[in-house]
T-cell receptor
């Protein structure tokens, strides 16, 4: 069965610190997709990244980077030099393909506080 | 290029009333998903629809909840005889193709408060 675990409920850092948000997933499929979404205090959901199971290359986008490791079933998200505007809830999510799976299963989220 | 639109953004209902939530997908998207987010929790899948078809409603409560996506017009999530436990944020997402392979783009959500 699908499952996404974000063990960190809340993280608090001071501005300019680096912070890593952990995500561990479970799936029986060999083809699947992983996502990160950001939910700022205003409440909307902002898509950050999608990664498919065949592409283990790490990705960097500005201050954001993602480390995908199939061996440990993890898809961790690092924010470098955090800023107050990064304060939000971050959700990791998983979708399976090929078995009719289309539901995106979300983790419980990690609330990030960045203090000035 | 407008994103996913949801209205109303906020909805207040008294117990026993009906709530109707609307979702207009992004242009070119024919797949719609509804999720519910209870306070301080993650999103839970409710239902997946294509035009005029419910593909999977395994996440929908068995009673009082229904969803449709007509040929013309927005997708509607309908909650009859609302109870306090229905208070939540309801998010709609859309994708151009089947959700497992496509990124789902989310609307701003409808916050339902049941008094």
């Amino acid at each position: 069965a699908q499952k996404v675990t974000q063990a960190q409920t809340e993280i608090s850092v001071v501005e300019k610190e680096d912070v890593t948000l952990d995500c561990v997933y479970e799936t029986r499929d060999t083809t699947y997709y992983l996502f990160w979404y950001k939910q700022p205090p205003s409440g909307e959901l902002v898509f950050l990244i999608r990664r498919n199971s065949f592409d283990e290359q790490n990705e960097i986008s500005g201050r954001y980077s993602w480390n995908f490791q199939k061996s440990t079933s993890s898809f961790n998200f690092t924010i470098t030099a955090s800023q107050v505007v990064d304060s939000a809830v971050y959700f990791c999510a998983l979708s399976e393909a090929g078995t009719g799976g289309f539901k995106t299963i979300f983790g419980a989220g990690t609330r990030l506080f960045v203090k000035a | 290029n407008a994103g996913v639109m949801q209205n109303p953004r906020h909805l207040v209902r008294r117990r026993g009333q009906e709530a109707r939530l609307r979702c207009s997908p992004m242009k070119g998207h024919s797949h719609v998903y509804w999720y519910r987010q209870l306070p301080e929790e993650g999103l839970k899948f409710m239902v997946y629809l294509q035009k005029e078809n419910i593909i999977d409603e395994s996440g929908m409560p068995k009673e009082r909840f229904s969803a449709e996506f007509p040929k013309e017009g927005p997708s509607i999530l309908r909650i009859q005889q609302v109870v306090r436990g229905d208070s939540a944020a309801y998010f709609c997402a859309s994708s151009p193709g089947q959700g497992g392979q496509e990124t789902q783009y989310f609307g701003p959500g409808t916050r339902l408060l049941v008094l």
